[in-house]
């Protein structure tokens, strides 16, 4: 089995890499196209900002990679992000994967504090991914923006307004949380990522 976590200039890759290693899952970071292809899994983590992020893979030609990827791909939070159409973030167009459309919280929305800090709820589970995960079940979260709910949500939860906490299409998977940061729930979820 081989894991690879893709080098792009986001965060939040090392803490990934130790929580796989948590788990007894070994995984390698690179942004070698060759090396990414022939990986049985692919974490597409990130902390940063959509426009810089997707314009360092438009300049690497990853995201054409990414896009035609066949095996599990899971995109964190960033990740998840970029792979959605659109982003409020700088007005970019992303990597088109999913449909939903990802926007800035609001004080519109009665939201007080943005971003959104802390342990959240994931709720309305839909997916292997959250195979022996209890619904409501706690997750931490970091972020300012959030991807609507749409065809492909598979998780929910609610910070002023209901948003995705989860998407899937295809082999392509994205959580919102951070599941490196969510204790043993973070764990499983990257368990039963890995054993799909």
């Not at 986001?10 to 899952?25: D, H, K, P, T």
């Not at 990597?95 to 990802?102: D, H, N, P, T, W």
């Amino acid at each position: 089995m081989k894991t690879v976590i893709i080098q792009y200039n986001a965060g939040n890759i090392q803490s990934v890499l130790y929580a796989l290693e948590r788990i007894g899952c070994t995984a390698e970071v690179t942004d070698n196209p060759e090396q990414i292809l022939q990986a049985d899994k692919v974490i597409f983590p990130g902390v940063g900002e959509a426009s810089t992020a997707m314009n360092y893979l438009r300049n690497r030609n990853l995201d054409q990679l990414i896009i035609h990827l066949k095996q599990p791909v899971l995109g964190i939070c960033l990740g998840m992000q970029l792979m959605c159409k659109h982003s409020e973030e700088n007005n970019t167009d992303c990597l088109g994967i999913f449909e939903e459309k990802v926007c800035k919280f609001s004080p519109a929305d009665g939201i007080n504090k943005i971003p959104q800090i802390g342990w959240n709820t994931i709720e309305e589970l839909k997916s292997p991914i959250f195979k022996n995960i209890k619904d409501a079940s706690f997750c931490y979260y970091v972020h300012s923006y959030y991807a609507s709910l749409g065809e492909h949500t598979i998780a929910t939860t609610q910070y002023g307004i209901r948003y995705s906490a989860a998407l899937h299409k295809d082999n392509f998977y994205g959580v919102q949380f951070h599941p490196e940061k969510s204790a043993e729930t973070g764990e499983q979820i990257l368990r039963n990522f890995i054993a799909l």
